[in-house]
Antibody
């Protein structure tokens, strides 16, 4: 079965760049019609969708973060990555990577969207 | 402030049933399919329901989902102590063009 694992620094200084990688095992990020997604969760709060990269390389970002976010993929390592620039304390959160399904259903005229599986998450603290 | 509204907490005795509501608008729940996730303390969310009502393989039929207009509901029957967790609804929002989630509901087994 597909498993995801986040990795990266747990502490980032304000104004610097947060960089995380998500390594996928048990399946290829190049196959299927999946959207490899980043989601974050500040302590004690809800989930925030950050953005995604499609199997073919197309990316889409949360408009509220778009100016600071880049998601890329390295198929040779079966990884996808997140870069968030100019971080502040508000970016302190547990960051999850997940495999997303996103399809438009013509019959019901709506988007089917879910995330499964998820990585275990990694805490990133922004502090000097 | 989450786009989707969930009650902060619900509780019931073991063996009983709880329902968790998720309220949105036409641009999210009204137009699109809803998914539900369970997050045990210190762990990642796990998919419970997708496409409003479908359960992934391995999820027991104690968990059920429904949707009506701009609201969705997760039902849990035969409540167990292991069901104590935070539960989140999620969907796509056409106006915001982002995935959106509820603020989460903590289920307590009395």
């Amino acid at each position: 079965q597909v498993q995801l694992q986040e990795s990266g620094p747990g502490l980032v200084k304000p104004s610097q760049t947060l960089s995380l990688a998500c390594t996928v095992s048990g399946g290829s990020i190049s196959s299927g019609s999946y959207f490899w997604t980043w989601i974050r969760q500040p302590a004690g709060k809800g989930l925030e969708w950050i953005g995604r990269i499609y199997t073919g390389g197309t990316t889409y970002y949360n408009p509220s973060l778009k100016s600071r976010v880049t998601i890329s993929a390295d198929t040779s390592k079966n990884q996808f990555s997140l870069k968030l620039t100019s971080v502040t304390a508000a970016d302190t959160a547990v960051y999850f990577c997940a495999r997303g399904t996103f399809e438009y259903n013509d019959f019901w005229s709506g988007y089917r969207n879910w995330f499964d599986p998820w990585g275990q998450g990694t805490l990133v603290t922004v502090s000097s | 402030q989450s786009v989707l509204t969930q009650p902060p907490s619900v509780s019931a005795a073991p063996g009983q049933k709880v329902t968790i509501s998720c309220s949105g608008s036409i641009s999210n729940i009204g137009n699109n399919f809803v998914s539900w996730y369970r997050q045990l303390p210190g762990t990642a969310p796990k998919l419970l329901i997708y496409d409003n009502t479908k359960r992934p393989s391995g999820i027991p039929d104690r968990f059920s989902g429904s949707k009506s207009d701009t609201s969705a509901t997760l039902g849990i029957t035969g409540l167990q102590t292991g069901d104590e967790a935070d539960y989140y609804c999620g969907t796509w929002d056409d106006s915001l063009s982002v995935g959106v989630f509820g603020g989460g509901t903590k289920v307590t087994v009395l």
